[in-house]
């Protein structure tokens, strides 16, 4: 019933940018948190953004200062935007919404970074 398709990923230089989208399909009346996890070959997936339905965001040190999540709610979309991307950003990106019965996630969508 609910499906998120991410898109915007692809291959960027160190020091570039990249948007990504995630577009929400479905009935979703309502929800707890939206957030971008990554997962990078051989590592464990992890949180690297995260918007409350308030509108509070956190982030981990690593990329604090460097991404954004934002969330167009009249387009049921949200969006990482990710400036000044480093080789270790490079990893599968994985759209998330948490509701008050399921956690929805996205296909993923393959960021890399080369130096």
């Known amino acids: 019933q609910v499906q998120l398709v991410e898109s915007g990923g692809g291959l960027v230089q160190a020091g570039g940018s990249l948007r990504l989208s995630c577009a929400a399909s479905?009935?979703?009346?309502?929800?707890?948190?939206m957030g971008w996890h990554r997962q990078a070959p051989g590592k464990q997936r992890e949180l690297v953004a995260a918007?409350?339905?308030?509108?509070?965001?956190n982030y981990p040190d690593s990329v604090k200062g460097r991404f954004t999540i934002s969330r167009d709610n009249a387009k049921n979309m949200v969006y990482l935007q990710m400036n000044s991307l480093k080789p270790e950003d490079t990893a599968v990106y994985y759209c998330?919404?948490?509701?008050?019965?399921?956690?929805?996630w996205g296909q993923g969508t393959q960021v890399t970074v080369s130096s």
């Open positions: 479905g009935s979703i009346f309502s929800f707890n948190a």
């Open positions: 918007i409350r339905s308030g509108g509070r965001t």
């Open positions: 998330r919404v948490s509701t008050a019965l399921y956690d929805y």
